[in-house]
């Protein structure tokens, strides 16, 4: 399976009501079943430096299956994943990437959010996963 369009566009939308209840500005990216970009936006007034970050915690999502801040977790000094954010290109280890599952539990995507404190962006991510 594999998230679609329309679901991505819900996402977004409801990430981005969920930054304005914050009162932050977001960056917010979502990508397909193989870790591809399927739909983005940039807040106005978004830090620009987040966007690459928030495309890289979604795809550190859906590369591992597992939200970015559990992944964090496990990469710390002495932990079974420490250095692992040096792999793929680049990992974002820190809070803000939810991978997104259908209603069988399929892994069928992931939203990435950077653009505040990572409890923030954690919240709005999770905000977005919930839209479906």
């Known amino acids: 399976m594999n998230i679609t369009l329309e679901q991505a566009e819900k996402i977004i939308a409801v990430a ?3 930054s304005i209840a914050l009162n932050t500005k977001m960056n917010i990216s979502v990508v397909d079943a193989g870790a591809n970009l399927l739909a983005f936006a940039r807040m106005d007034g978004a830090w620009l430096g987040s966007a690459d970050i928030s495309l890289k915690k979604a795809k550190t999502a859906r590369f591992f299956d597992m939200n970015t801040g559990d992944i964090g977790q496990l990469s710390q000094p002495g932990e079974s ?6 792999s793929n290109g680049g990992l974002i280890t820190f809070p803000g990437g939810v991978p997104l ?5 399929e892994v069928i995507g992931a939203v990435g959010v950077s653009g505040s404190s990572v409890e923030n962006d ?11």
């Open 16 to 18: 981005k009501k969920k």
């Open 101 to 105: 599952k259908n209603s069988s539990g």
């Open 81 to 86: 994943l420490f250095n692992i954010e040096h």
């Open 122 to 132: 954690h919240a709005v991510a999770e905000a977005g996963a919930a839209a479906i």
